[in-house]
Structure formats: C-alpha cells, structure tokens
C-alpha cells in the first residue's frame, strides 16, 4: 500500500459515495488507473464493504450504554456460546473482546433508559456463561465513526 491508496481510503471514508471518476480527480490519477487501484483494494480486504452511517436518533435509539461483561470461564465453548448470543443481538452494535478484566466490552443502544432495563434483563442478564455484567450510560458521542488515518 502506497501513499496513493491511502489517499483513495481517505477520500472513500470521507465519502463513501463517490463516483470512480470522482474519485479520480480528488486522488489526481487518470480513471482507468484508479479504478485498477480501487478493485485491488477491495480484493486485498483493505476496503470491506460500503454502507450508510445512520443517525441512531433518527431510528428512535438515542440511548446508548457501553455494557462490560466478566465471564464465568474462559473456555472455547463457554466464549462461543457468548459470542454467538451477543452477535444475535440487534441493539448490541458493537462487542469487542478484551485481555484482563472485563472480558467483553458492548456497546448497545436502545430507545430510552426503560427499554435498555428490558433489553439488560431479558437478554444481556441471561447470557451464557457470564459472572457480571457492569453498565455504564453514554452521555455523548465525542468522537465517532471517524475515519482511520
């Protein structure tokens, strides 16, 4: 990777819409050329997908808490089965893997603070394999969705 496909990552995590051709004239390289470049770099992964970034508001999920979750044993089947019920949660939208403890960070959204109580008793509490889960809300959002450097 050279400093001109990460100028063509940074103007696609700018705008993810952008056509070849203008793409092209923002990285000032002929289109053929760039379109080359942008195949590869969805072929090598360094580009995995292209989506919408929503406001969470605007779906009524203004309510954000960030839930970390200490588990019981650290065994393959144990951390599979958590995994595999944390990623078939939809409000749970990101779930990171930590060393030490807590063992799991999740982020989760929900309506309102009723709606998050529902979702923490009735699915994130019955979790298998979990010995505690600790919460903590979301007052704002000081940096996100920025783009990598």
């Given amino acids: 990777m050279d400093d001109l496909d990460r100028q063509i990552l940074a103007e696609l995590q700018q705008d993810g819409r952008l056509t070849v051709t203008e793409l092209a004239a923002r990285v000032r390289l002929s289109l053929s050329p ?23 508001e605007a ?60 979702l923490y008793d009735e699915r994130l509490a019955t979790l298998p394999g979990v010995r505690r889960l600790t919460s903590t809300l979301v007052m704002k959002q000081v940096v996100g969705d920025r783009p990598l450097p």
């Fill in 34 to 56: 760039c379109h080359r470049r942008l195949r590869d770099l969805e072929r090598s992964g360094a580009i995995r997908g292209y989506r919408a970034i929503v406001d969470p």
């Fill in 59 to 118: 779906l009524g999920l203004g309510f954000e808490a960030v839930v970390f979750a200490s588990m019981q044993r650290g065994d393959r089947d144990t951390v599979a089965a958590f995994e595999a019920a944390v990623a078939a949660i939809p409000h749970v939208v990101q779930a990171q893997r930590l060393f030490g403890d807590p063992d799991y960070l999740l982020r989760v959204v929900s309506a309102d603070l009723p709606a998050f109580q529902r």
